[in-house]
Each structure stands twice: as structure tokens, then as C-alpha cells.
């Protein structure tokens, strides 16, 4: 992947912060627990306006469980993407913004399994419903390449 040298004011223009996208020199990692999401805190990332959350005290409900069971990653080398017009597009994997290279990265949750248990979903009466779980798709706002040039879409 080449690294494409982007105008500062392109990050200036348009709101393109989005919980979901990152664009740090270092891949981020996720929370102690596995479930909530930590950008990275120095000037290695972009999106220093977004504030992680804060740690709250564990929950104490035993026994209760999700519907279905889901995996969440950072992807960092996506390359093509589907936008909200249906149209395939060209991913910026590597942006060089005021010679720093960054890296553009998704947060992606999906289903672990379509049918965490043998009747389907947990929680759904089986003896009435049929029922299994799918990935849904969100669309964010993310650095493309359009012909020559840069350009932010969903």
C-alpha cells in the first residue's frame, strides 16, 4: 500500500471523528474487559477529541446473558468498502499527514455464531419461534480515495 500524502484541512473540514474509525500511528487497543473501546491518549492519534469512557464497577447480574454472542477487532488493512449508495469503493489504508504516517482502522463487532445455542438464539421460545443471529451493517465516515483524490464518504 502506498502512503498518500493528505491536506491537513481535509481533517478540518468535515467532522470525521466517529467512534468506530481511528487513524493512529499505532494499532489501538481494546479495554481490560474486552467490551468497551480505548483511543490512544497521546499525539499519535488524530482523534484526540474523543474521550474514552469511563470505567464503571462491574456488573453483579449473574445469569444473564446476550441474545447472541459477539466478537469486536480493530481491521486495519481494509482496502475496499461498500458505501451507503451501494457503490464499491477504495479504502485509504495509509494517510502521511505533516509526515507522520497513520494507519485508518475500523472497529468491527460481529456474531461469534449464528446459533449460540441448538434452538438458535438464547432467550427466544423455540417451541414458537425460529430464530438465529446475523451481523448488521453501520455505515461511518471514512477516508476514501475518489479517482486522484482524497475524500471523506459513509
Not at 26 to 43: A, K, N, Y
Not at 83 to 99: R, S, Y
Request: hydrophobic share 30%; charged share 25%; proline share 5%.
Amino acid at each position: 500500500a502506498t502512503n498518500v500524502f493528505v491536506d491537513p484541512k481535509l481533517f478540518q473540514k468535515r467532522r470525521f471523528q466517529s467512534p468506530r474509525v481511528l487513524f493512529s500511528t499505532q494499532p489501538p487497543p481494546l479495554s481490560r474487559d474486552g467490551q468497551g473501546v480505548e483511543f490512544l491518549d497521546s499525539t499519535d492519534s488524530l482523534n484526540r477529541n474523543i474521550r474514552t469512557k469511563r470505567a464503571t464497577h462491574p456488573v453483579h447480574n449473574r445469569g444473564e446473558y446476550s441474545v447472541c454472542d459477539s466478537v469486536s477487532v480493530w481491521v486495519a488493512n481494509k482496502t475496499t468498502a461498500t458505501d451507503i449508495k451501494g457503490k464499491e469503493v477504495t479504502v485509504m489504508v495509509d494517510v502521511n499527514l505533516n509526515n507522520n504516517a497513520y494507519k485508518q482502522y475500523f472497529f468491527e463487532t460481529k456474531c461469534r455464531d449464528p446459533k449460540p445455542v441448538s434452538s438458535g438464539c438464547r432467550g427466544i421460545d423455540a417451541r414458537h419461534w425460529n430464530s438465529y443471529c446475523t451481523t448488521t451493517h453501520t455505515f461511518v465516515k471514512a477516508l476514501t480515495m475518489e479517482g486522484q483524490q482524497a475524500a471523506w464518504r459513509f
